[in-house]
């Protein structure tokens, strides 16, 4: 099971809609998926239009009752674990536990997974906190979308300290440039200047109205049109993605 | 739909899916996503071999579809058009492999004519996802010679999560008279019970259960009359040419036949028990020739792993040979089967076996027949111990083929009548013996080959001297194969009677007798060994 983590600490930058058409996309190539929905938030389970049960916790999650809580979506393939809104306090909870332990939790917490499935994504909220430092360690690759704007590309460069200070192996981020508007000169320039570094990926997510009318549709991309420019995007970027942790072997 | 349905119900015809979310409670709605039309004819091999291994093959002119228990798709592909193909017939990839592994060497016969409508649906919560799969078939099968039957079957695709509306519609479906479908029960089933077809008897080993009180005579009938059932059921896949195994199970009809009359030879009238015997040996000798050719042809790529690949073209040509001497033998052969000869024979044995046998007066017929088996039981098993201890490392072939015979008289003893013994007791005494049997049977087939192989009798161009010298080289490396391999086949049997004259053979045969041990002594057969 490979695990994939798409992270940055800046909120809007288009992680939740990157999660979602991904999730779809491996899942559509007859992958087996899981999508954990670890924003509290809950974006990605309202685009499955899935709800967390009741009974469903953040203590639940760390006691690795998470099992009966896994929902199919619309989609072969495709599982999701919705997120709870106790989920907020997730950091907490993680602080609560010993020095040793605490940081290898949720690696600890995903591992029986492998058993159903092939790949997990982790949709993840936009913080840099204990449980940043988890998803790091839990993940095969951190799939990181950078608005090519300076304010995104500071979030990259917190990532990159965090990556540092763990002493984690920094080939796992994978950035890519994302809600890109070609038009914007601003946005050119950027892209002119670091997509050249091997920490970024060759595709690059434009800025489409499809992708925000997601919202409505309550649909992955492919789900509505198959072939749209959008969902053609999100299989370049998957299989960019794939390929590189599947190399890294 | 890839996976296995959570449930499945065969429905009442008022059934109606778009009543169901009204039914469940507010917020559910139902949505129809697709439906399919599909008018296929069903085949299968005469024993219903696919559906044994839960497979469906239907065809639509030269489209080809293998469903699985539930209906699924397994594979398809383009087929032949014959009306009654073989899994060879078929190009390479993944259908023509799963015929091969469940038809075998049996032809696929049309069975039945199918409409299909397969319609699916959605069941949507109240945010408009999916919580429920449903599929609903409706079908009209059409028996040959019966009348049309129509049924319907709703299966449920559970969604991880959401288990409340899997039992929620599966409570609704029950409680309107709909019903479970049993695990494993293929989706033909409902139109197979309509029209009163049952695979398993075609699939089920010879067997009689005869009443444990029935007189030597009763048993000659029942055992008989099931007998000239097999048959009858036989008959016309020969006469037709449909597969190989039509022949080879009519031919173990009629020797079950010729071992019963020889059974009660001491019993019988010797005239009508003559009569029949003759008349039953010159049928299945009529069978002989094309029986032969079968087991050849069917051993066709077993012959060419034998041999070196320069050797094949000379067993090609023997093989062409083969194909037209049986052409000739069998059209010989139907004539023979259609004789009035071969039709009086039926219909006097039916005679006799129905009604004349109740009228004999002799004695003997009237007594037990469990106790007539037993007698029998005892002497068949003394005679086998006795011609085996006879049978050294260097005894003649024949002795080994005499015990064989022996051996096979009393498999078919077991068979007539097990349901008069303890079943179990006799089952274990067929394991045993099938052991033996095995051995000798394949050292059998291993000397009649030599000697088929060694006669060169093929209608092989004898002008083409090039020709007859790559066969005679081919066979001449196929009959020392065979050789080696009987040799090795003929050190093994000693092992194998030892087990079977053991004390645990002896003392199951023993068990079985039970308290018909009282048979007379002149009927014995040698001391046991």
Not at chain 2, 312 to 332: A, D, Q, T
């Amino acid at each position: 099971m490979k695990t994939v983590a798409i992270y940055s600490s800046k909120g809007g930058v288009g992680k939740t809609a990157t999660a979602v058409n991904i999730a779809y996309t491996a899942a559509s190539s007859g992958k087996r998926v899981l999508l954990c929905d670890m924003d509290s938030q809950g974006a990605a389970s309202y685009y499955f239009r899935i709800k967390a049960k009741k009974k469903f916790n953040s203590q639940k999650l760390l006691a690795g009752e998470y099992g009966k809580y896994i929902r199919g979506t619309d989609f072969e393939n495709l599982d999701l674990l919705p997120a709870h809104f106790s989920f907020r306090n997730l950091d907490l909870a993680l602080n609560s536990l010993g020095e040793k332990e605490r940081r290898m939790t949720l690696a600890k917490l995903l591992k029986p997974l492998s058993a159903d499935y092939e790949i997990l994504l982790l949709d993840c909220p936009p913080n840099l906190t204990l449980l940043s430092e988890n998803i790091i360690e839990a993940s095969d690759a951190v799939v990181c979308p950078v608005i090519p704007t300076t304010l995104s590309l500071i979030a990259l460069e917190q990532l990159l300290k965090l990556f540092g200070k763990l002493e984690a192996d920094k080939k796992k981020i994978l950035a890519f440039f994302s809600m890109v508007e070609r038009r914007k000169s601003m946005h050119a320039s950027v892209i002119e200047k670091y997509q050249r570094y091997p920490l970024f990926l060759k595709s690059a997510i434009p800025f489409l109205a499809e992708i925000e009318k997601m919202g409505l549709s309550r649909l992955p991309v492919g789900a509505v049109t198959r072939h749209s420019p959008a969902a053609m995007e999100y299989t370049r970027l998957w299989n960019e993605i794939w390929k590189k942790i599947t190399k890294q072997q | 739909m890839p996976q296995s349905p959570s449930a499945a119900f065969t429905l009442g015809p008022d059934f109606n899916v778009h009543d169901l979310p009204s039914q469940i409670g507010t917020g559910y709605s139902i949505l129809e996503t697709e439906t399919e039309q599909r008018d296929e004819e069903y085949l299968d091999t005469f024993d219903w071999r696919l559906l044994a291994c839960g497979r469906a093959l239907a065809r639509n002119q030269r489209r080809y579809r293998l469903y699985s228990t539930n209906g699924d798709i397994l594979c398809q592909d383009r087929g032949p058009a014959k009306l009654r193909p073989f899994w060879w017939d078929f190009s390479d990839g993944p259908l023509r492999d799963e015929l091969k592994s469940t038809a075998d060497i049996r032809a696929l016969c049309p069975q039945m004519q199918m409409q299909q409508q397969r319609q699916h649906y959605n069941l949507l919560n109240a945010d408009e996802k999916i919580v429920l799969r449903l599929r609903r078939d409706t079908m009209t099968a059409v028996f040959p010679g019966k009348e049309p039957e129509q049924f319907s079957s709703l299966h449920l695709y559970g969604i991880r999560g959401y288990s409340r509306p899997l039992q929620a519609v599966s409570r609704i479906i029950g409680q309107s008279g709909g019903l479970p479908v049993a695990e494993g029960e293929i989706f033909l089933e409902p139109a197979l019970k309509a029209a009163g077809i049952s695979p398993e008897k075609m699939r089920a080993k010879f067997a009689v259960s005869l009443r444990p009180d029935i007189t030597v005579f009763e048993g000659l009938k029942d055992v008989g009359q099931a007998l000239l059932a097999d048959i009858s059921m036989h008959q016309p896949g020969v006469i037709e040419d449909i597969d190989s195994e039509f022949l080879h199970d009519f031919r173990i009809a009629l020797r079950r036949t010729r071992s019963l009359l020889s059974l009660y030879s001491r019993i019988l009238p010797i005239s009508a028990c003559d009569y029949f015997r003759n008349e039953f040996k010159w049928i299945t000798q009529a069978t002989n020739t094309v029986r032969d050719c079968d087991v050849y042809l069917l051993m066709t790529e077993e012959y060419q792993a034998m041999l070196p690949a320069r050797l094949h073209p000379g067993l090609i040509s023997y093989f062409e040979g083969l194909r037209i001497l049986r052409k000739k033998e069998f059209k010989l052969m139907r004539r023979r089967l259609n004789s009035q000869r071969a039709v009086r024979l039926f219909s006097d044995w039916q005679a006799f076996l129905q009604e004349e046998l109740q009228l004999l007066q002799e004695p003997k017929g009237k007594t037990s027949c469990r106790l007539f088996a037993a007698k029998m039981l005892k002497k068949r098993y003394k005679r086998i111990l006795a011609k085996g201890s006879e049978c050294g490392p260097e005894s003649p072939d024949t002795m080994l083929h005499a015990l064989r015979i022996q051996a096979k008289k009393l498999r078919y003893l077991l068979e007539f009548f097990r349901s008069l013994f303890s079943v179990d007791d006799v089952d274990q005494l067929i394991k045993h013996l099938k052991k033996l049997q095995n051995n000798l049977g394949e050292f059998n087939d291993l000397s009649v080959q030599q000697t088929m192989l060694g006669s060169f009798q093929s209608p092989v161009k004898t002008d083409c001297v090039e020709r007859m010298l790559r066969v005679a080289a081919a066979l001449g490396g196929l009959i020392t194969h065979l050789a080696d391999r009987q040799a090795l086949v003929r050190g093994e049997f000693e092992e194998n009677f030892l087990q079977f004259a053991g004390k645990d053979v002896q003392g199951l045969v023993k068990t079985i007798i039970g308290d018909s041990e009282h048979v007379s002594r002149e009927d014995e057969g040698p001391p046991a060994a």
